[in-house]
C-alpha cells in the first residue's frame, strides 16, 4: 500500500507544479481590483496643478466635483451636488450639496470646502493653469491676477453649509460639464494647511496617509515609475453602489510595452496601443479591440519666436504641403480623420454652417509661399527640428511629415524625442522650433479648442498672440444670442487657420485594448468613464495570454 502512496503522491505534486500560476488580471478579476495602463508618471495629482490626461485618470478616482459626465448619455449629471438651479439669465448657478457628502476621513463635505478649493485655484501665487475655468465668475479672473485681494468681492456665495451659489458675468452654455474636472473638485483644507499655505505648490499633502479626497477611492500607494494604488473608500456618499475594490494605474511608456503587458495578463486595459497591432487585434481578437472618435485634435505647433517661422508663408507653406489622407491610412490605420481645422467634429450646432474644411493641402500654392518667403525649392532654409514626446505612433507620424518636406518643398527636418515630463517642459520654456501637440475637449464647445490660442492662455506655447483673435474671443465670451455666438467663434477659427501658429493633421480615434470581464466601460467622444460604474465579471473574461499578433 505504501509503495503505491509514495508514486501517486509524486504524481499529484508534479501536477501541482506544473499548474498555471495565476496573472495578475485574474487576481485583479478575484478580488475585484482593476489594472489600468496610463503611459507615464502623473506630473500632480494635485487637481489644482494637472496638467495632462493621465493627471486626470487618477484625480477622478480620489475627487468628485458638483457634478459628473454620464458616459451613455456625455450629458451633465448630479455628482456631489444632488440638484441645482440655473437662473433664467444664465448669470446664476445655485447648487444643492448631499447632506451625506463625506471626505475620505469621514469629515463632512460642505459648500465651504468648495469656497476654500476656488479661492486656492484663484491665489496668484499658487500659479495654477487651471485658474482661467473659473474666470467666468464675477471678478475672480481680477483676484487670479491681484488687482483684488478681497476674495469677499469674487462670486462665491455659501448661503448655508449645503448650498454653493456662483455669480457668473456672462452665460456659460458649458458651465456644468466644467464643473466635473479638476479645476472645481472641492479640496479639505486642514489637510492643505498641515503640509503647507494654500498657496503652496508640490507639498506633502497629495502623498499616500496623507491625502484626503471625496472621490469613490483613496490613495493607498504611489510607487514612482511602478504603480499608483486607490482603494475603495468606505466614506464616500454612494459607496454602495461602487462595485471595485481598488485600481492601479501602471505608467507604461511604450506601448509595445504596454501591448506586452496586456497580451499576458498584467493589466486590464491598455492607455492606447501599438500601430502596428491594430489590424492583428481587428481581425484575430475583435474581442479585446476598442476603437471610436474621441474629441481631440492632434497638430503641430510652431514656434512663431523663432525664425523662419515668424513668417505667415513658412507656416501656411509647411502646413499646405503635407498628405494628410496618406498618414491616416498609411500610418496610423485606425480611422483618424484629417484635419483641416482646430475644432473636431462633434460640436453640434458649430457643426451645421461651413462645417467644412478651413484650408487644404495644395503643393503648388506651398512652393509659392516658400518661395514668396525667400526660400526658392527650399534653397537656403534651415535645418528644422521637429519634437515629440516618446511614442511609436508619434515617431512614425513625424517620419512621414519629415519624408513630405524633403520630397515637396526640399527641407531638411530632424527628428528629436523626449520622455513626456522633459517634452511638456520644453514646450513651457518654448525651447523648440516645430513640436507635435495634441488636445482634447471635455465639453461640446468650440472655445475647448479655440481658447488655448488666445495670446494669454497657459497652454499657448507657441508666441502667437494676435489682437483680432483675442477680441472675437472676447466678443464671442460676451454675446447672449447663441447662433450669433458661433458665428464670431467660426471668425476666430478662419483667423487661426489664416496665420497657421499651428497645423492640425488629424482628428483622433482611441484604439485600445480591453478585456471581456471589464464591463460598463463605454467608447464615447469624451472618454467619460466613471470608475464607480465599472466592474469585473470573472464569468466573461477572455484568454489570460493572447499569442503574439
Not at 499616500?208 to 500607494?221: D, M, S
Not at 484635419?339 to 503643393?363: E, H, I, Q
Amino acid at each position: 500500500m505504501n509503495r503505491l502512496l509514495l508514486p501517486l503522491l509524486a504524481l499529484a505534486l508534479a501536477f501541482t507544479g506544473c499548474k498555471k500560476r495565476e496573472t495578475p488580471v485574474e487576481k485583479g478579476d478575484r478580488e475585484g481590483v482593476l489594472l489600468l495602463g496610463n503611459a507615464s508618471e502623473p506630473s500632480s495629482i494635485d487637481p489644482h496643478m494637472t496638467q495632462w490626461d493621465m493627471d486626470g485618470k487618477i484625480t477622478a478616482a480620489l475627487f468628485e466635483g458638483l457634478t459628473d459626465v454620464d458616459s451613455t448619455t456625455l450629458q451633465p449629471i448630479p455628482a456631489t451636488a444632488s440638484s441645482w438651479e440655473i437662473s433664467p439669465d444664465g448669470l446664476t448657478y445655485t447648487f444643492h450639496l448631499r447632506p451625506e457628502a463625506k471626505w475620505s476621513n469621514g469629515d463632512p463635505l460642505t459648500a465651504y470646502d468648495f469656497l476654500y478649493a476656488a479661492r486656492r485655484i484663484l491665489s496668484p501665487n499658487l500659479g495654477s493653469e487651471a485658474a482661467r475655468h473659473h474666470f467666468m465668475v464675477h471678478n475672480a479672473q481680477a483676484y487670479n491676477l491681484g488687482k483684488i485681494t478681497d476674495f469677499s468681492q469674487v462670486g462665491y456665495e455659501v448661503p448655508d453649509a449645503h448650498t454653493f451659489r456662483l455669480h457668473l458675468d456672462y452665460p456659460v452654455p458649458y458651465l456644468l460639464y466644467l464643473m466635473s474636472g479638476d479645476p472645481w473638485y472641492p479640496i479639505h483644507q486642514k489637510t492643505i494647511e498641515k503640509f503647507g499655505a494654500i498657496d503652496q505648490r508640490d507639498t506633502a499633502w497629495t502623498l499616500p496617509g496623507n491625502l484626503v479626497g471625496n472621490g469613490a477611492f483613496t490613495l493607498k500607494k504611489w510607487k514612482v515609475n511602478d504603480v499608483i494604488e486607490v482603494v475603495k473608500n468606505p466614506y464616500y456618499w454612494d459607496a454602495a453602489q461602487v462595485r471595485l475594490n481598488a485600481i492601479r494605474f501602471f505608467p507604461i511608456g511604450s506601448q509595445d510595452s504596454e501591448e506586452r503587458a496586456f497580451r499576458s495578463g498584467q493589466i486590464h486595459v491598455t492607455f492606447s496601443m501599438p500601430l502596428s497591432k491594430i489590424d492583428g487585434y481587428r481581425a484575430h481578437h475583435p474581442e479585446f479591440f476598442q476603437n471610436g472618435p474621441i474629441l481631440v485634435s492632434y497638430f503641430y505647433q510652431f514656434n512663431v519666436d523663432r525664425k523662419p517661422f515668424d513668417k505667415v508663408e513658412v507656416r501656411r507653406a509647411l502646413a499646405l504641403a503635407i498628405d494628410r489622407e496618406s498618414i491616416v491610412k498609411e500610418v496610423m490605420r485606425g480611422g483618424q480623420v484629417p484635419a483641416y481645422r482646430l475644432t473636431p467634429p462633434g460640436m453640434g450646432a458649430y457643426d451645421v454652417d461651413d462645417s467644412g474644411p478651413m484650408f487644404s493641402a495644395d503643393l503648388a500654392e506651398a512652393k509659392r509661399l516658400l518661395a514668396a518667403a525667400g526660400y526658392p525649392d527650399g534653397k537656403g532654409f534651415p535645418k528644422v527640428e521637429l519634437l515629440y514626446n516618446t511614442s511609436e505612433g508619434h515617431r512614425r507620424i513625424a517620419e512621414a511629415i519629415q519624408q513630405m518636406w524633403k520630397k515637396n518643398l526640399g527641407i531638411d527636418v530632424t527628428l528629436y524625442n523626449q520622455e513626456a515630463k522633459v517634452y511638456y517642459e520644453t514646450l513651457q520654456k518654448k525651447d523648440y522650433q516645430v513640436a507635435r501637440m495634441g488636445w482634447g475637449g471635455g465639453y461640446f464647445d468650440p472655445t475647448a479648442f479655440l481658447d488655448i490660442m488666445r495670446g494669454d492662455a497657459e497652454n499657448n506655447h507657441t508666441g502667437w498672440a494676435n489682437p483680432r483673435y483675442d477680441g472675437l474671443m472676447e466678443q464671442a465670451k460676451r454675446t447672449a444670442d447663441a447662433r450669433a455666438r458661433l458665428v464670431l467663434l467660426k471668425q476666430a477659427e478662419h483667423l487661426l487657420m489664416d496665420e497657421m501658429p499651428l497645423m492640425p493633421i488629424y482628428f483622433y480615434t482611441k484604439p485600445l485594448l480591453v478585456r471581456p470581464e471589464v464591463q460598463g466601460w463605454r467608447p464615447n467622444l469624451l472618454e467619460a468613464h466613471s470608475y464607480k460604474t465599472l466592474w469585473l465579471d470573472p464569468a466573461k473574461a477572455g484568454q489570460a495570454r493572447l499569442e503574439k499578433q
